[in-house]
């Protein structure tokens, strides 16, 4: 099957202006697409601009923060143009674009039950009586594997788990077969086995509608089993991309190795070989043009103190890039 673009985001740069003139750059120069019926993770360590980048995407960022910069295409519509809105964003983002956030509870009204906010949703982007609505809704429900729907329509947010309220934010991109889910760390809040569960619902998903997933997240072992490419993300910028199995097998920046090395293997119970990295990330405000990771690296030089941001360049393979001076010298 031919691959199809549904999304794909250019040189975006989004910062946060604070007091005392000082600019967070959180997004800096970001690059990244998405085909259609394809999973695609982002991942880095907390703070790296994982969810800053989608939020831009999705036109969500708020003063103090402000996109500054770059274009964003999905399915054939310009959403935005050199940082500036080119769409109705209203019709597209809860419909086209699904977002499932890190806590479920902040995009669930609780005054409201979940069958009168998903009858909601769905009158919103489709011409639906509400008994339509109301029977959509509950099949959606249904659909994302919640017992006795019919019942659970009448129930109020609180009285569902988290692991329940993830799925009915599942099921809103159910009903409205949203071509892009994006869900942004959908599992840190749960434990381990309801966290593989709504990955295997989103999956289930994607083969039905053969809809787009962009997972965000830290884990990088849970994604390893579900994700068809992986980006990485360091201090803002994405430091290395490729296919799961090359970012695997494969590493060419050494954060990606170090990252690498700090899963937890299956067959390490003790985990007795996990590698931290160590130190922490740098603040993104004031950056030097040099790699962001230098001071961290345990394979840096000279040359990487001296020389300007190593840009991400194209490694043996079709389609696996990496931002690393030593990178570039392998070849
Ligand atoms: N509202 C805000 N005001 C100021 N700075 C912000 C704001 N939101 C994010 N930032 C800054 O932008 C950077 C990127 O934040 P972002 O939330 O994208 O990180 P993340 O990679 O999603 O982290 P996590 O894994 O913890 O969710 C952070 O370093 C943070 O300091
Ligand atoms: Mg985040």
Known sequence: MEKQRLLECTDLHTSFFMEGNREVKAVNGVSYYVDKGEVVAVVGESGCGKSVTQMSVMQLIKSPGKVLSGDVVFDGIQL???????????????????????EPMTSLNP?????????????????????????????????????????????????????????VLIAFAVALESELIIADEPTTALDVTVQAQVMELLMDIKKRNNSSI????????????????????????????????????????????????????????????????DGAP??????????AFYPRCAYATRECEQKAYPCLRLVEKADHYAACHLADEEE
Not at 91 to 102: E, L
Not at 151 to 158: L, Q, V
């Open 282 to 291: 740098p603040s993104l405000v004031g950056l030097p043009d040099r790699c």
């Open 111 to 167: 005054v409201f039950t979940v069958g009168e906010q998903i009858v909601d949703i769905i009158r919103q982007h489709k011409k639906l009586g509400r008994r339509d609505a109301w029977k959509l809704g509950e099949e959606s429900l249904a659909a994302v594997g919640i017992p006795d729907a019919a019942a659970r329509m009448k129930n109020y947010p609180f009285e569902m788990s988290g692991g329940m309220r993830q799925r």
């Open 214 to 277: 962009i997972v965000v997240t830290h884990n990088l072992g849970l994604v390893s089993r579900y994700a068809d490419r992986i980006y990485v993300m360091y201090a803002g910028r994405i430091i290395e991309s490729g296919t799961t199995e090359e970012i695997l097998t494969n590493p060419k920046h050494p954060y990606t190795k170090g990252l690498l090395a700090a899963v937890p293997k299956l067959e390490n119970k003790k985990r007795e070989n996990l590698v931290p990295i």
């Open 80 to 102: 935005l143009k050199d940082g500036k809105p080119a769409a109705d964003m209203n019709k597209i983002r809860g419909n086209q674009i699904a977002m499932i956030f890190q």
